[in-house]
């Protein structure tokens, strides 16, 4: 017999016995995001959980659990009282970046198991308007203490870290800083399409490499921007589905792994974490990246786009300067990444709301079309944390 709304509604609190259920998005939304002025972070919050929930044409009474980071003394609890929302199963797992695919592996799991029906993850932030407004400034580090003491006294910043594996790439491989310099190149003519994105007039690899030296090999057009801006993903049980104004997303399979935090204790500046947590993720989906339709992954700075392709397996090791150059490879960051459409901080779930989008159909502008013109099938996000210290990587299909 079909399980109708009022079924669910009569056994919510009977969530132990649903072991084994398909999970799927089933709403999905962004805050106002680029340059937001009169907004708090929980105000992006609510307006991001708010569009959400709208999206997925379910009541908010379904929503049983919350993933968050990043905001409050004791996240996601402020921000569950903030949305009026009082959740049994909670997530603040905090790996940088990667944070929303880890914590959209750990809903999934949690769901299957039983033990959440609808977890709502959510973000939001004003970092650009906070340094604008003086009520914060940029950092440059995170912080002294535990391991980072013996690295932060010598000035080695969290962008040189990503700037010296870069040149350890260069150095091993032959990757040139062209090739780099492509990845920005190739993020703007995707911001070009997407009227949602901060910055859309589009650059040359010659105006990367001669704007002004952050951190060699990096130069500013090499890093991201700084936006304001939240989102909102919700995950659902399949027997949600039939209730939901949109045809579902399914998670088809996860990966998360760690892989250090000290520069000293990093064997290959080569290979990320990714390399891990993808093929975790393409196991468990029981997919292969040739199967796969577009691509989003973290993009700070222009090389964790370079290395994470190659470490999700699209590429041989040390040939992803070649394969950004070729310039027909699978569609890459549609919506123009952190390099040029938003990034207020912890972007990863910007990651997953654009892979849906484009699975949907709902990228006006510059939405992917197969070969044959249909919609794709199946997309990849994967997420990117500290300094290439974490990974998340979660393989999304329509089918």
Known sequence: MPTTSRNRDRDRDRVGDRAGRRVAVVGI???????????????????AARRALADSGLDRSVI???ASAGLGTLAPVEVAEYLGLRPRWVDSTAVGGATWEVMAAHAADAIAAGHANAVLLVYGSTARADIKARRRTSN???????????????GHTLIAKYAMAARRHMH??????????????????????????MFREPITVDEVLDGPMIADPFTKLHCCIRSD????????AEEYVPDTAKAPVWILGTGEHVSHTTMSEWEDFTTSPAAVSGRLAFERAGVRPEDIDLAEVYDAFTYMTLVTLEDLGFCAKGEGGPFIEAKDHLPVNTDGGGLSACHPGMRGLFLLVEAVRQLRGEAPGHQVRRPDGSLPEL?????????????????????
């Open 172 to 197: 091993q491989y032959g990757t040139t800083l062209e090739q780099l310099a492509e990845v920005a190149v190739q993020a703007r003519a995707n911001a070009a399409l997407n009227p949602e994105a």
């Open 229 to 236: 801006g939240g989102c909102a993903v919700l995950l659902a």
């Open 140 to 154: 440059l580090s995170f912080g002294a203490r535990g391991p980072l003491q013996f690295e932060v006294p010598y």
């Open 29 to 47: 939304s962004l805050s106002d995001c680029g340059r937001v002025d009169e907004a708090t972070p929980y105000t992006l919050h609510a307006q």
């Open 64 to 66: 049983d659990g919350l």
């Open 379 to 399: 997309a990849v996000a994967s997420g990117t944390g500290g300094w290439f210290c974490s990974s998340g990587t979660v393989i999304l299909g329509r089918g």
